[in-house]
Structures are given as structure tokens and as C-alpha cells.
């Protein structure tokens, strides 16, 4: 089985999980992004996500649930949407979940625009803040 | 002796004078300099916590935090830099935020070679003239053609502030010399809901 990556949110960097353990995957990202050097950031999700592709569990619930994002992490985000709908398009099981806070408009906008470009299961996913 | 005396009380009153104008134009922060990733983060997190006191609206203050990131990093990446005496890999400009009853204003200015004006003029008048939903579709188009510039980013900054403060972009090119000239640039963020 493939090593899990699990990387702590900071105030410029989102919370990263990829956890095949298919007693409790868990595959998402959540925070904010708007890392230094968004490519050696991201570089290696995609990477995993390339070696995982090969191999992916029966079903694949990939969770975003980021806070804010600035643009130069927005075509990473896109990066990893793509290889979702790689291995959609290679007959896998996969659904992507955008969650948005309620009153978070661009947010919820954004997860549309992902959905309007990338051909893979996507689920918008209103939550209330605490 | 006396000159120093002189020259140290036209400085020291030259201070005042800037904080008078500072007032005057309801400016709460001000700086000129490198526009490093420590700078964007300081400045971020002030301003969200004087936003957060002000009690601002969350969707206001989400919009004029990204608008902020998007400016820094324009100057830290695309200020033309070797017009500085240091050089450094981050670029250097001024940097302004200003507010009043029913806006915020977030202001920039940095050097930029003449040669590069035309094709930035282009771009924000383009984007200017551009309704919400081709911003829209021109965002989208942007991130689909993909890869980063090696800079990482560019553009897409611009279309992404006009399209989340719904307003024009407010620019001007100042003429410094014959090699180059001071870009400044203006978004404003409404306080109203």
C-alpha cells in the first residue's frame, strides 16, 4: 500500500491528506493556500496522485474544503482536478466534494467554474460555520 | 552644527506633515520597499484583524484579503527590480490601503520598464471592458490553457480582482525617464453588502 501523506495546515498552506488505507481513506484538502512557491507545494500531491492513479481504491472521495486561495494556487487546484478526471476517464470510481461556508458566494463560484471545467462526479457542499 | 539642527527639524516635520496627509486621506497603511512573502502575511493579518474589529462584513473581508494577495504579489513578482541599487529576487513598491465610510481602497505602485507598458495597458484595458461573465469565461479559459509562467501567475490576478470587487481597474503609468516609468494601480472593495 501506498505511504499516506499528511501534511499540518499553517496560515499560508492547506491541511493535505491522502490516506489509501482502505479501512479509512481519507483524501483531502482544507485551509488556506497561498504557499511562497505554490509548485514546490504542490508538486508532490501530484506527484502521489500520479503513482496512486495506477492503483486507486474501488471508490475515490476527494474533499476540498479550503478557506481561501489565492490564483497562482488556483491552477495547482486545477492540476489535481485534472487527474481526478484522469482516472475518471480510465472507468475509475471517483467524486469529487467541494464544501463552501454558507455565506462564502466566491468560494461556492469557484467550485462551480471546477465542476463547468473538469468532467469528473463533483458535489457542492454547503457548511455552516461554527 | 547649526545646519544639522536645521536639517533634523525640516525632517522631523516632514514626519508630521506626512502623518497629516496620511489622516487626511484616511490611509491606515503605508509602506514602501521589498514585497516579500513575510510582508504579504503581515500585512494580511493586520488588516483582517483591524477588519475584524471594525466588525466588516465577512464577505468584504474575504474580498479585500484576496485583493491584497493578489496586489503584493503582482509587485513581488513583476516589479522590474534592477532599478534598485540591491538587487534582490522580490520586487519593491509602494503599498497602500486606505478606507472611508463605504470603500476600501488597495493601492500599488511600482517601477516598470517603458518597453512592457504597452502590453500591461492592453491587458487591464481589456479587462476592463469585459462584463462579469466573460470575466468569468476568461478566468476560466486562463487556468484551463494551464502552466505557470515561471514567475507563477500573472493575469489572471487582475481578472480575479476585477471580477470579485465588480469595479474597474484604476491605473496610471507616471513617466520617470526614457527606460522607464511608475505604474500605480487602484482597486476598491465596497464596504456595502
Given at each position: 500500500m501506498m505511504q499516506a501523506i499528511k501534511i499540518q495546515g499553517t496560515d499560508d498552506t492547506p491541511k493535505v491528506i491522502l490516506d489509501p488505507n482502505p479501512e479509512n481513506p481519507v483524501f483531502e484538502i482544507s485551509g488556506r493556500s497561498l504557499p511562497e512557491d505554490v509548485v514546490a507545494f504542490y508538486e508532490p500531491i501530484l506527484e502521489w496522485l500520479d503513482e496512486y492513479a495506477q492503483d486507486p481504491l474501488e471508490k475515490t472521495i476527494f474533499n476540498f474544503k479550503l478557506e481561501y486561495f489565492n490564483t497562482a494556487s488556483s491552477k495547482l487546484l486545477l492540476d489535481i482536478l485534472l487527474k481526478l478526471e484522469d482516472m475518471y476517464d480510465d472507468q475509475k470510481d471517483v467524486l469529487v466534494r467541494w464544501h463552501f461556508p454558507e455565506d462564502d458566494e466566491d468560494m461556492e463560484e469557484a467550485g462551480e467554474e471546477y465542476a463547468d471545467i473538469v468532467e469528473v462526479p463533483f458535489e457542492q457542499v454547503r457548511y455552516t460555520l461554527d | 552644527m547649526g545646519n544639522i539642527v536645521k536639517d533634523s527639524k525640516k525632517s522631523l516635520e516632514f514626519v508630521y506633515d506626512f502623518y497629516v496627509?496620511?489622516?487626511?486621506?484616511?490611509?491606515?497603511?503605508?509602506?514602501?520597499?521589498?514585497?516579500?512573502?513575510?510582508?504579504?502575511?503581515?500585512?494580511?493579518?493586520?488588516?483582517?484583524?483591524?477588519?475584524?474589529?471594525?466588525?466588516?462584513?465577512?464577505?468584504?473581508?474575504?474580498?479585500?484579503?484576496?485583493?491584497?494577495?493578489?496586489?503584493?504579489?503582482?509587485?513581488?513578482?513583476?516589479?522590474?527590480?534592477?532599478?534598485?541599487?540591491?538587487?534582490?529576487?522580490?520586487?519593491?513598491?509602494?503599498?497602500?490601503?486606505?478606507?472611508?465610510?463605504?470603500?476600501?481602497?488597495?493601492?500599488?505602485?511600482?517601477?516598470?520598464?517603458?518597453?512592457?507598458?504597452?502590453?500591461?495597458?492592453?491587458?487591464?484595458?481589456?479587462?476592463?471592458?469585459?462584463?462579469?461573465?466573460?470575466?468569468?469565461?476568461?478566468?476560466?479559459?486562463?487556468?484551463?490553457?494551464?502552466?505557470?509562467?515561471?514567475?507563477?501567475?500573472?493575469?489572471?490576478?487582475?481578472?480575479?480582482?476585477?471580477?470579485?470587487?465588480?469595479?474597474?481597474?484604476?491605473?496610471?503609468?507616471?513617466k520617470i525617464d526614457d527606460e522607464k516609468s511608475f505604474f500605480v494601480l487602484t482597486s476598491s472593495i465596497s464596504r456595502v453588502k
Open positions: - | 496627509k496620511m489622516k487626511r486621506n484616511n490611509i491606515n497603511l503605508a509602506y514602501e520597499g521589498e514585497i516579500t512573502h513575510q510582508i504579504t502575511k503581515a500585512f494580511t493579518s493586520l488588516t483582517e484583524n483591524n477588519m475584524m474589529r471594525d466588525e466588516d462584513y465577512s464577505s468584504v473581508q474575504k474580498k479585500v484579503f484576496h485583493v491584497m494577495v493578489e496586489c503584493l504579489q503582482n509587485i513581488s513578482k513583476h516589479a522590474d527590480n534592477q532599478f534598485n541599487f540591491i538587487s534582490s529576487k522580490d520586487g519593491r513598491g509602494i503599498f497602500l490601503v486606505s478606507k472611508d465610510e463605504t470603500e476600501y481602497n488597495v493601492t500599488t505602485g511600482n517601477v516598470v520598464k517603458n518597453e512592457k507598458i504597452e502590453e500591461l495597458k492592453q491587458m487591464l484595458e481589456h479587462i476592463n471592458r469585459l462584463s462579469r461573465e466573460e470575466l468569468n469565461k476568461l478566468y476560466k479559459q486562463k487556468i484551463r490553457e494551464g502552466r505557470l509562467s515561471e514567475k507563477g501567475g500573472a493575469g489572471l490576478g487582475f481578472i480575479d480582482i476585477a471580477r470579485k470587487t465588480g469595479q474597474k481597474l484604476i491605473y496610471s503609468f507616471i
